[in-house]
C-alpha cells in the first residue's frame, strides 16, 4: 500500500524558504510522477507544480519564479522548496501521486501539513 | 488558460437524495483528462472520478461522471451521509497543465 507522508517546519518568516518533504512508502518514486498541491485556510487547491518520472518538472505560471521540485530516489523522497514566502503562502501543503496509467490522475494523497508565513 | 466553474457553489440536500454537481469549462477540454475528488474536513482529497467516468478503486457505484466538451457532471445517485463533502473537478492540459475548479460544498439539508 502506497503511502505519501509531508513534512517539514510548520511556521516560515515571510521572505525566508519554505521546504517541505513528502516521503514515499509502498513503491519507487520512479515509477510516477509526484505533484505538490496546496490549499489556503478555507479556500480550494492550488497546484503548484509536478516531477515526473522521467525528471522533468513544470511549475504554476504564478509560482515559477519561487518553487522548486526535486526527488531524491536514495531516499523515496519529493521535495519542495517555495522562497521568498508571504503570508499569501500560508495553507496546507499535500503531495500527491500523479498517475496517467490509464489516464491522468493524483490517484494518492498525502494527508497535508500546515505551513503558517509569520514573523 | 484553461478555467473550471463549479455550480452551485453550495448544495443542500438530505440523505437519500439525488445530488448532481456542474463543472463548466471555460473552452472545450479533453474528457479523458477530466477527473474529480471528495474532501472531508480536516482530510486530504480523494480520487473520486478520472476520465470523465471511471470510478477510481473502491469508489461506491452510486458516484457516477459524465459529459463532454465544456459541461461535465458528478451524480451521486442516493447520498449517504458520508457523501457531505466538498467536490472538485479538475482538469489536465493547457495552461496551467492542471486547474481545480473552485469547489462544491454539499451539505445536509
Known amino acids: 500500500q502506497v503511502q505519501l507522508q509531508e513534512s517539514g517546519l510548520g511556521l516560515v518568516k515571510p521572505s525566508e524558504t519554505l521546504s517541505l518533504t513528502c516521503s514515499v512508502s509502498?513503491?519507487?518514486?520512479?515509477?510516477?510522477?509526484w505533484s505538490w498541491i496546496r490549499q489556503p485556510p478555507g479556500k480550494g487547491l492550488e497546484w503548484i507544480g509536478d516531477m515526473f518520472y522521467i525528471g522533468e518538472t513544470d511549475y504554476s505560471p504564478s509560482l515559477r519564479s519561487r518553487v522548486t521540485i526535486s526527488t531524491d530516489t536514495s531516499k523515496n523522497h519529493v521535495s519542495l522548496k517555495l522562497n521568498s514566502v508571504t503570508s499569501a503562502d500560508t495553507a496546507v501543503y499535500y503531495c500527491?501521486?500523479?498517475?496517467?496509467?490509464?489516464?491522468?490522475?493524483?490517484?494518492?494523497w498525502g494527508q497535508g501539513t500546515k505551513v503558517t508565513v509569520s514573523s | 488558460e484553461i478555467v473550471l466553474t463549479q455550480s452551485p457553489a453550495t448544495l443542500s440536500l438530505s440523505p437519500g437524495e439525488r445530488a448532481t454537481l456542474s463543472c463548466r469549462a471555460s473552452q472545450s477540454v479533453s474528457s479523458g483528462y477530466l477527473a474529480w475528488y471528495q474532501q472531508k474536513p480536516g482530510q486530504a482529497p480523494r480520487l473520486l472520478i478520472y476520465?470523465?467516468?471511471n470510478r477510481a478503486t473502491d469508489i461506491p457505484e452510486r458516484f457516477s461522471g459524465g459529459g463532454s466538451g465544456t459541461d461535465f457532471t458528478l451524480t451521486i445517485s442516493r447520498l449517504e451521509p458520508e457523501d457531505f463533502a466538498v467536490y472538485y473537478c479538475?482538469?489536465?492540459?493547457?495552461?496551467?497543465?492542471?486547474?481545480f475548479g473552485q469547489g462544491t460544498r454539499l451539505e445536509i439539508k
Open positions: 476520465n470523465t467516468s
Open positions: 500527491a501521486r500523479f498517475t496517467s496509467d490509464p489516464l491522468p490522475a493524483f490517484d494518492i
Open positions: 509502498g513503491d519507487s518514486i520512479s515509477y510516477y510522477g
Open positions: 479538475q482538469h489536465f492540459g493547457g495552461s496551467p497543465p492542471v486547474t
